[in-house]
């Protein structure tokens, strides 16, 4: 049953939403590149981490934002803290950045930027206008469908995701190898 | 206005979910409202509980029995000075407490004190709590940080380490109980939080019971995970007094400092109502598939009223207890009109039981129904705030290595011992 459906309450992806959490998104993110402080830039980093999982949610999907909380802004973002808390931040800020790598910063961005134009102008053509069916009501459940599989068929993504989850096993594994002395 | 106020009276569904805002308004006002006194009282009743434990008095000058005693420290807390210190960063000083306030008010949205009592319902209820609440160590770890000083920023590394690693053995618990969601027809679960609470209803059980022992392991690797998550005694080692003077909070003072107890104590709240929720049958009262009909709704409907009936008792013999020298005169006299107002409470409250039982529909029903699921909740979450101040009197502080140890190689592989064998119980059983 969805809610939404049935008394015909008024949408919340309305512009104003998007143009705030969008605002809020690029504003925090250009603080994270200026500010010289690092923890200063990690709070502004879970600023646009939040307000990109407030963009999810308007986009119908609340299991990828609910996600995009607990693994980013709460999780990683903790031990991002945890480790520049133990960094002296008033030298750091002093010292001159000895990288200059700026170019291919540049680079890459341009080439970002890319291809965000190209799906803007060209996205009627790349992707197909579906409908919505039931989204918010049933969108762990097709996510899990997606992985998992359903009624007894493997899921259009199941190689994918064991592969991923591989991956992730063996930088855990590297992990502890890495800081374990003898094991 | 008032037609969007009259048109959800009707309404079976949350306020959020049915789309009407004013009601959902009305609903934050009325949680926050309710845990700010919680918390008043919850102020009270530790120190006095803690107190007997340790056969003192406790606050026994400001009221009678000390009953104005959070009243006064909440006077104190706001007239007090609020210092900055000099070297500290004065923008995230003074952001960190408002952190760790909003991700412990904000998972209060989805807390569902009964099918319709809840700000709204989502599809992710729980993973949102998770992760609103999880946002909570923010607020610490800023604060240490901030503070730019010794024993805070330790306090802050602790919180957040131990925060951090309990948070798995916590998740990996509540999986398992999601996991029981799905043992229905259908076969598939829920996230949502009053989902959960409808699944316990339609398998009749509790999965606080279900495949016994597994969802009563479970629940207790939760409840000693919550216990770690919200910093409280014995694994309050951010504040541990002996070591960090005051933890996270050494630098704060008056009315920040009193944003940071708020905190904790709703985050207390909050996870004391995922366990009721998860566990305990949240607003359900016992035995809902076996005590049903209208005789039985009658008797437990008459609970909340009595309930309040006993307090207002206690409290009238605690009056008339006071020792007879005119010097007490006064306080006895505040002590009988506080239980008169307790006893008021109690009369109404009954009075609703009584009507609402005549006639079905009426608004006096949906009063009863209402009040007799929050009762219910929030008696089961009460306990669960008892046991947060029974813990804090019986157990000394864990060391950091021993919290370590305990989190990762005994909470983790048993909780993860505990998902496995629930999978392959549900699926083997049915």
Redesign the interface.
Known sequence: MN??LN????PVATPFFFYLLAGAAILSGLLVITRR?A??SA?AL?VTLLSVSGLYLMLYA??V???Q??VY???I???F??VI??VNIERVSKERQFNRIWPVGLAASCALLAVFLAAFTKGKDLFHDRPITLP??????QIAGYLYGEAGRIGQYTFAFEIASLLLLVAILGAVIMTKKKI | MLQEFMSYLGSN?PPG???NQLWALIYVFVIFAGVAVIVLCMNWIERKALAHFQIRLGPMRVGPHGLLQPFADALKLMLKEDIIPDEA?A??FW?APVIGLLAAFTVYIVIPFGPSQAVT????GI??M???S??G??GI??A??ASNSHYP?IG??RS??Q??SY?VAMGMAILSAIMMTSMNAAG?GT?SMIGIVEAQQQQGIWFLFKFFPLGFIAFVIFAIAMVAETNRSPFDLAEAESELTAGFHTEYSGLRWSLFMLAEYAAMIAVSSIAVTLWLGGWMHPFPNLLHGPAWEFIFSLFPGLTFGALAAITFIGAARMPSHSFFRIQRAGLAVFAALIGLVALLLLVIAVAGRANDTSIAARFREGIDYVYWFMLKVAVFMYLFIWYRATWPRYRFDQLMKVGWKVMLPISLGVLILTAIVGVLLP
Not at chain 1, 136 to 141: A, C, G, V, Y
């Open positions: 809610p939404l008394t015909g309450a008024a402080n923890v200063h709070l879970i609340p299991f934002a609910g996600v909380i607990i802004a709460g999780g973002m903790v031990l803290l945890f808390m133990l918010e009501s049933t969108n762990t459940q | 569904l979910s049915a789309g960063d923008v995230v952001v319902d989502m599809n992710i993973l949102f998770l992760g609103v999880s946002l160590v923010l770890v800023t240490g940080w920023l802050a590394l957040s380490a925060m951090v948070e598939t996230l």
